[in-house]
Antibody, heavy 120, light 107 residues
Framework: QVQLVQSAAEVKEPGASVKISCKSS????????MHWVRQAPGQGLEWLGR????????LYARKLQGRLTVTRDTSTTTLYMELTSLRSEDTAVYYC?????????????WGQGTLVTVSS | EIVLTQSPDTLSLSPGERATLSCRAS???????FAWYQQKPGQAPRLLIH???SRAAGIPDRFIGTGSETDFTLTISRLEPEDFAVYYC????????FGQGTKLEIK
């Protein structure tokens, strides 16, 4: 069965960076686009970015351009998200997600979420 | 950016009733690149509907997605106790965006 297992919660100070991992299993990793979505406490869902199956192409939300980097390691079937220059408003649960079928844009599989807290 | 506006913000109904949730897009969503999700407290969202009207695997047929272009609707034909949750719409035609959510609560 498809599993997306994310790294543990992080606490960071403003201005620092965070890198979250998402280990995939149960399917062919190089066949699907992957995305990151976040949810601030008590708030709605926000799309952050995506990466194509081979890792050669990325697309980011305009508000995070320059601060967000999404990568994938096909040898370990792991997806990564790095967010720099952290601010308090980046405090959220971050989810990695896999599309229902490649290129569809809707998300059937979700990681368990990683809470990132930005606080001094 | 396509902005999605859901209505109402909160919907209070009783089990057995019919729920109608709406989502309006600021511009036309092409090719029905539209989805609905359900989220319960402490859980990740669950995909209900993709392609505007196709149910994801394992989703009961009481969940019905309709609509096109700028107006989309999720209907839950007969509410079960487990259906009370927050619902989000999403478009994936131009970039990706979500609505602000509709909370479906027990009356």
């Amino acid at each position: 069965q498809v599993q997306l297992v994310q790294s543990a919660a992080e606490v960071k100070e403003p201005g620092a960076s965070v890198k979250i991992s998402c280990k995939s299993s149960g399917y062919t990793f190089t066949s699907y686009w992957m995305h990151w979505v976040r949810q601030a406490p008590g708030q709605g869902l926000e799309w952050l970015g995506r990466i194509n199956p081979t890792g050669e192409s990325t697309l980011y939300a305009r508000k995070l351009q320059g601060r967000l980097t999404v990568t994938r390691d096909t040898s370990t079937t792991t997806l990564y998200m790095e967010l720099t220059s952290l601010r308090s408003e980046d405090t959220a649960v971050y989810y990695c997600v896999r599309e229902i079928f490649s290129g569809s844009g809707s998300y059937l599989y979700w990681g368990q979420g990683t809470l990132v807290t930005v606080s001094s | 950016e396509i902005v999605l506006t859901q209505s109402p913000d909160t919907l209070s109904l009783s089990p057995g009733e019919r729920a109608t949730l709406s989502c309006r897009a600021s511009q036309s969503v092409k090719y029905n690149k539209f989805a609905w999700y359900q989220q319960k407290p402490g859980q990740a969202p669950r995909l209900l509907i993709h392609g505007a009207s196709s149910r994801a695997a394992g989703i009961p047929d009481r969940f019905i997605g309709t609509g096109s272009e700028t107006d989309f609707t999720l209907t839950i034909s007969r509410l079960e106790p487990e259906d009370f949750a927050v619902y989000y719409c999403q478009q994936y035609d131009y970039f990706y965006s979500f609505g602000q959510g509709t909370k479906l609560e027990i009356k």
